[in-house]
């Protein structure tokens, strides 16, 4: 987000996101799950408006748990999209639901969400768009590199000189493993 790191410090709802979470890594299956359905929710949207509905999402989505959202039927679609406290969208919708499903489905073939990201990465954005299309639903360029910036998979969540860019050094986004030159472009 261009700008963020100027913009968000001292706003109400961006100020905690930007200073406390952007950036940040996490292993947690909820989180991992919560940051895929905003993400997707926020296509089209401002950021701050998913940031404004962000409670009505966790109690529409059952805290994000990957589980029961999986096992969403009919009766819970109409329900979410009923919801006007949400995007009621009903691509968005059917998204989180059969994306907690292929979630769930990672965990036998890479332990879950978080061994699944590990185990690809590091990988440059367009790779990374390439794998998210194969693996999940309504997962474009923005919403997987918004997704992989926010959780450190990618760098760029904030820019040099942000004062909580050396917070998230100490914290070990998963992009500065990558050996050094690793996020340069290649020649073209």
Known sequence: MPGYCDSAPGHPLHGPYHDGEYGFPSTDETVLFERLVLEINQAGLSWLTILQKRANFRNAFAGFAVDKVAAFGEKDRARLLADAGIIRNRLKVNAAIEN?????????????????????????????????????????????????????????????????????????????????????????
């Open 100 to 188: 907690a499903r292929r979630v769930r489905a990672l965990r036998d073939s890479h332990g879950g969400f978080a061994g699944w990201l590990d185990a690809h990465h590091p990988m440059r954005k367009d790779d990374w768009v390439k794998l998210f299309r194969k693996t999940f639903v309504f997962t474009g360029g923005e919403i997987t590199g918004e997704f992989l910036m926010s959780l450190g998979y990618l760098p760029g969540a904030h820019r040099e000189g942000c004062p909580v860019l050396d917070r998230l050094r100490k914290a070990g986004p998963r992009w500065m493993e990558a050996k050094p030159g690793f996020w340069a472009l290649p020649p073209t």
